[in-house]
T-cell receptor
């Protein structure tokens, strides 16, 4: 069975702090894809990044960075110098071979205070 | 700007009523999905469709049905609404043939069943 665990339900930080959102996944597939989505207060989930199981390179996009480690089945997301606009619910997700079903974690609600 | 549009942002219905949630996408995507989002549970897949008139059950299909008569439109139907179906419903679409393709989401429909 496939599973995504986001153990942090809520995180509260002060603006300019760095914050890491944890994601641990389970799958028996050898080929799979990992995603992060952001859900701002407006409600619409927005795609942030995807990673396939064969690409363990970390990625940085502006203040966002992602650390994929197959050895620990983790795909963690770090926001550097957080801003109030980063306040949202963040979801980690997994799609295995076979393609249609995307499994989501429970989400982590991030509050960034000014 | 590409979009997934859900017909109603907020609905209030009574127990036993038949409820239709409509979703339209303008990206010519083959795949469409209905998820429900509940606190602490993340997003759970109700039904998906990979082609017109085709549908597949997701993880929690009980109490729901779907209709896909046209490529751009995917409807979720609650035949007899119950209070435990009070939730946020999210529609999504994705292009065909890309197992790593991200999902494009609508803004969600928050349903309250009294």
């Amino acid at each position: 069975a496939q599973k995504v665990t986001q153990a942090q339900t809520e995180i509260s930080v002060v603006e300019k702090e760095d914050v890491t959102l944890d994601c641990v996944y389970e799958t028996r597939d050898t080929t799979y894809y990992l995603f992060w989505y952001k859900q701002p207060p407006s409600g619409e989930l927005v795609f942030l990044i995807r990673r396939n199981s064969f690409d363990e390179q970390n990625e940085i996009s502006g203040r966002y960075s992602w650390n994929f480690q197959k050895s620990t089945s983790s795909f963690n997301f770090t926001i550097t110098a957080s801003q109030v606009v980063d306040s949202a619910v963040y979801f980690c997700a997994l799609r295995g071979t076979g393609g249609f079903k995307t499994i989501f974690g429970a989400g982590t609600r991030l509050f960034v205070k000014a | 700007d590409v979009k997934v549009t859900q017909s109603s942002r907020y609905l209030v219905k009574r127990t036993g009523e038949k409820v239709f949630l409509e979703c339209v996408q303008d990206m010519d995507h083959e795949n469409m999905f209905w998820y429900r989002q509940d606190p602490g549970l993340g997003l759970r897949l109700i039904y998906f469709s990979y082609d017109v008139k085709m549908k597949e059950k997701g993880d929690i299909p009980e109490g729901y049905s779907v209709s896909r008569e046209k490529k751009e439109r995917f409807s979720l139907i609650l035949e007899s609404a119950s209070t435990n179906q009070t939730s946020m419903y999210l529609c999504a679409s994705s292009p065909p043939g890309l197992a790593n393709g991200e999902l494009f989401f609508g803004e969600g429909s928050r349903l309250t069943v009294l």
